[in-house]
């Protein structure tokens, strides 16, 4: 909330968590059907990817507003389109990097690896794909641009 001066902007940034967990959910579901704390680990850790994909759009769709002087559907369109290389890339790259132990995931050593590494893949294809969907529609009905920086700043300007 601090770092977008709204607790809705906030709130937008969090609709990437369940996002997430669709993917993860579906991808241990089609795995081994287990969730171990292998597999808790791995949400960890792609929340954490995911609500960085939703501070990078929110914080996007904020400053095409207030530095560029963008109207909001101008800002969400820019910003969506600004973004996706970006979040495309980070995600290509880490899911790049999970796929070798999702495949060796039965073979031994590991067991702790492949869950993880599957519910970060499962959950970033559903992230990414939804990221670039959903939070820009909500932004568009929902966001709210930020507030003028100078009025409350002291001082005055």
Known sequence: MVAFASVRNALLTLINLPLALIGGVVAVALTSGVVSVASLVGFITLFGI????????????????????????EAVVQGS????APILMTALCAGLALVPLVIAG???????QAPMGVVILGGLLSSTFLNMLVVPVLFQLF???????????PGGA
């Open 106 to 112: 039965g073979e031994a050593g590991n067991e702790i």
């Open 143 to 153: 966001g709210r641009p930020p507030m003028a920086r100078a009025a409350t700043a």
């Open 50 to 73: 995911a609500t960085r994909n939703g501070i990078l759009m929110v914080s996007h769709f904020e400053h095409l507003m207030t530095e560029e002087g963008k109207s909001l559907p």
């Open 81 to 84: 389109m600004e973004r996706l």
